[in-house]
């Protein structure tokens, strides 16, 4: 990251005044990454554990999971491989390098190296509504202070926390107010988790806090904050609490048009703040931050929205045909997907 970092033109997000400038924007071809895994199955998602280790998850072959070593992201092996007829880990969360859990096919699972899976069960039964089945509770995100103190998020408002022994739904603003999935609107569902040692939150087209006393409130709208941003990342740099997601924005053509474009929202002790300048953006699909690790944002269209303290940085990476994920250890970045030269999903290491 050295070479990229002298290159980086730096933009300012003053998070606790008015006037912020817009993020420096950079182009990022092959020449400037580091192959360090191939993964022949595809990706289907990768995200990291604060002790130091990269997974991913494969698309196909059983969806195996594939584990760097701690400070090691050059040497890979395969972790986790379910039988056939077992549920497949999608959704993951790594809270230490042995230990995953993760949601697929309709169930909560848990990996622990030496110990094997947990499968906790289905999460909600499927309901026949009309002309289609309802998924039930469908999980969107995982995220956790440990593997004592996991979240789980999804569809209808659903968001489960789970204590170590198991896991047990939470009563929220959204889930109280739904009373037949069928007709729960498509706002209702929450798309992301996440936060710091001290809050937590949950958030799609809502934005969700864990108070103190263990009650889920809304976050209160305050003024000049977009609320039509779906959160669909979260990602937390000391105090400060940041939501990357997607806002629409209609062209003034004759024929006007939504076009999907980022919004982030930052959240501190004064409230929801609107980041501004990202027009050009892309919406991001995901994101995260480990302590101590720059903030990232990722959408399929291969652009990273990166904050690094007070630089917010998009990099634009033109000679990958898609991402599948970015996450950020200290100031090293790493990016999962297929490049335009390739036929194999890879992961890599930017310069």
């Known amino acids: 990251m050295q070479r990229l970092g002298r290159a980086w033109i730096v933009g300012l997000v003053l998070l606790g005044v008015s006037c912020r400038?817009?993020?420096?924007?950079?182009?990022?071809?092959?020449?400037?990454?580091?192959?360090?895994?191939r993964v022949p199955e595809g990706i289907y998602s990768m995200t990291s554990s604060p002790d130091g280790a990269l997974f991913v998850v494969a698309f196909s072959g059983g969806g195996p999971i594939y584990r760097s070593e701690p400070g090691r992201d050059t040497e890979w092996s395969k972790v986790i491989i379910t039988q056939q007829g077992q549920p497949i880990f999608r959704t993951i969360y790594a809270p230490t390098s042995t230990t995953v859990f993760g949601f697929g096919d309709g169930h909560l699972l848990r990996w622990d190296e030496g110990k094997g899976i947990t499968d906790f069960g289905t999460r909600g039964r499927a309901k026949w509504c009309g002309d289609y089945a309802s998924g039930g509770s469908g999980v969107t995100a995982l995220w956790g202070r440990g593997?004592?103190?996991?979240?789980?998020?999804?569809?209808?408002?659903?968001?489960?926390?789970?204590?170590?022994?198991?896991?047990?739904?939470?009563?929220?603003p959204i889930s109280d107010v739904i009373t037949d999935e069928c007709t729960a609107p498509a706002t209702s569902t929450l798309w992301s988790v996440g936060g710091?040692?001290?809050?937590?939150?949950?958030?799609?087209?809502?934005?969700?806090?864990?108070?103190?006393?263990?009650?889920?409130?809304?976050?209160?709208?305050?003024?000049?904050?977009?609320?039509?941003?779906?959160?669909?990342?979260?990602?937390?740099?000391?105090?400060?609490?940041?939501?990357?997601?997607?806002?629409?924005?209609?062209?003034?053509?004759?024929?006007?048009?939504?076009?999907?474009?980022?919004?982030?929202?930052?959240?501190?002790?004064?409230?929801?703040?609107?980041?501004?300048?990202?027009?050009?953006?892309?919406?991001?699909?995901?994101?995260?931050?480990?302590?101590?690790?720059?903030?990232?944002?990722?959408?399929?269209?291969?652009?990273?929205?990166?904050?690094?303290?007070?630089?917010?940085?998009?990099?634009?990476?033109?000679?990958?045909?898609?991402?599948?994920?970015?996450?950020?250890?200290?100031?090293?970045?790493?990016?999962?997907?297929?490049?335009?030269?390739?036929?194999?999903?890879?992961?890599?290491?930017?310069?």
Do not use: C
Not at 148 to 172: C, K, Q, S
Not at 211 to 227: C, H, L, M, Y
């Open 196 to 351: 710091n040692e001290h809050d937590v939150f949950a958030a799609g087209l809502r934005y969700l806090r864990l108070s103190a006393n263990g009650r889920w409130t809304d976050i209160e709208q305050v003024r000049g904050v977009d609320d039509s941003v779906s959160s669909h990342g979260i990602a937390a740099q000391g105090a400060t609490v940041f939501f990357g997601g997607i806002r629409s924005i209609r062209t003034d053509k004759n024929s006007p048009r939504l076009y999907p474009r980022a919004g982030v929202l930052a959240f501190s002790g004064n409230g929801l703040r609107a980041l501004t300048g990202y027009d050009n953006v892309v919406g991001m699909n995901g994101g995260g931050a480990l302590p101590g690790s720059a903030a990232v944002f990722w959408s399929f269209d291969n652009d990273l929205l990166i904050i690094d303290g007070s630089a917010v940085r998009v990099l634009r990476l033109r000679d990958f045909r898609t991402v599948r994920g970015a996450v950020a250890m200290g100031h090293r970045i790493y990016v999962a997907g297929l490049p335009r030269d390739n036929e194999e999903d890879v992961v890599v290491r930017l310069r």
């Open 147 to 172: 593997d004592r103190d996991v979240f789980a998020v999804g569809a209808r408002g659903t968001i489960l926390h789970y204590n170590g022994v198991e896991w047990t739904p939470m009563r929220n």
């Open 21 to 37: 400038v817009g993020p420096s924007y950079r182009e990022v071809r092959k020449d400037d990454w580091d192959v360090v895994f």
